[in-house]
């Protein structure tokens, strides 16, 4: 038993996907069909801003993400997300919660052109720092919490490299082939959990659904979920209309 054995087992996993490095900008003022964090979000005719159910106010604008400009292949027929969250309510995408206090809307062609202005009534005590956003290509694996979802051979095989601490030689490997160690907000990938595990499953069809956006908290852009969290949207390749939201923090 080598760590070559290993790494043929969880190479096949790994997901290319890409990194957002939000950076302030202070021309952010027209809705565009393109990547960035605050500002005006992207929205079509017909379109309103998304208000509250259970407190009435509107939801604040965290980001949108046009995919072309990402290494992640969205679910047919899907472009761009825009992402809006009510900082009163906090919630955290339990079953229970009405839904509505989170939004993603999927917009299937976006393009300057077809973007419209939509207003707030109110002022946005929670508004998002405008940021453009870097871009940068990424390789992304199962962290050891999410390990048996996703490969469980390589959780064997790593405990029997390491008995005491099985995880050790899993995440080493993955920091080699990842170059990375830490939490950002990507687009695709695996879910880099805060705490446990907990990639949902589709309603409609049981499968695991895949992870389209992990969004950090980002100093740049006045964002803190909880202490230092992260958000994790899911969608189903089978059912776009199913999407799903997650929060965790420390
Ligand atoms: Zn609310
Ligand atoms: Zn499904």
């Given amino acids: 038993m080598n760590t070559s054995q290993l790494e043929a087992v969880v190479t096949p996993h790994v997901r290319v996907c890409s990194c957002l490095e939000p950076k302030f900008d202070g021309d952010l003022e027209s809705p565009a069909a393109r990547t960035y964090f605050g500002g005006q979000p992207y929205a079509e005719s017909g379109d309103a801003w998304p208000s509250c159910p259970t407190c009435q106010k509107e939801l604040s604008f965290i980001c949108q993400v046009r995919f072309s400009e990402t290494k992640f292949v969205p679910p047919d027929g899907v472009g761009l997300f825009t992402f809006?969250?009510?900082?009163?309510?906090?919630?955290?995408?339990?079953?229970?919660?009405?839904?509505?206090?989170?939004?993603?809307?999927?917009?299937?062609?976006?393009?300057?052109?077809r973007a419209?202005?939509?207003?707030?009534?109110?002022?946005?005590?929670?508004?998002?720092?405008p940021c453009s956003v870097e871009?940068?290509?990424?390789?992304?694996?199962?962290?050891?919490?999410?390990?048996?979802?996703?490969?469980?051979?390589?959780?064997?095989?790593?405990?029997?490299?390491?008995?005491?601490?099985?995880?050790?030689?899993?995440?080493?490997?993955?920091?080699?082939?990842t170059g990375r160690d830490d939490y950002a907000t990507?687009?695709?990938?695996?879910?880099?959990?805060?705490?446990?595990?907990?990639?949902?499953?589709?309603?409609?069809c049981h499968?695991?659904?895949?992870?389209?956006?992990q969004i950090d908290s980002e100093d740049e852009a006045g964002l803190m979920w909880g202490d230092v969290g992260c958000v994790y949207l899911f969608c189903c390749r089978r059912h776009p209309s199913e999407i799903r939201f997650e929060l965790q923090c420390h």
């Fill in 84 to 113: 809006f969250y009510c900082w009163d309510c906090s919630p955290w995408g339990l079953d229970d919660e009405p839904s509505g206090q989170w939004v993603v809307r999927f917009y299937s062609a976006p393009s300057d052109e």
């Fill in 116 to 129: 419209i202005r939509i207003q707030r009534k109110a002022r946005d005590d929670y508004e998002t720092t």
């Fill in 135 to 177: 871009v940068e290509s990424a390789k992304s694996l199962p962290d050891w919490e999410g390990i048996d979802v996703y490969c469980r051979e390589a959780s064997t095989l790593s405990a029997e490299l390491n008995d005491d601490e099985p995880w050790e030689p899993y995440t080493e490997l993955v920091q080699q082939i």
């Fill in 186 to 204: 990507m687009i695709g990938g695996y879910p880099r959990w805060v705490q446990s595990e907990s990639t949902p499953k589709c309603s409609q």
């Fill in 207 to 213: 499968h695991l659904m895949e992870q389209f956006a």
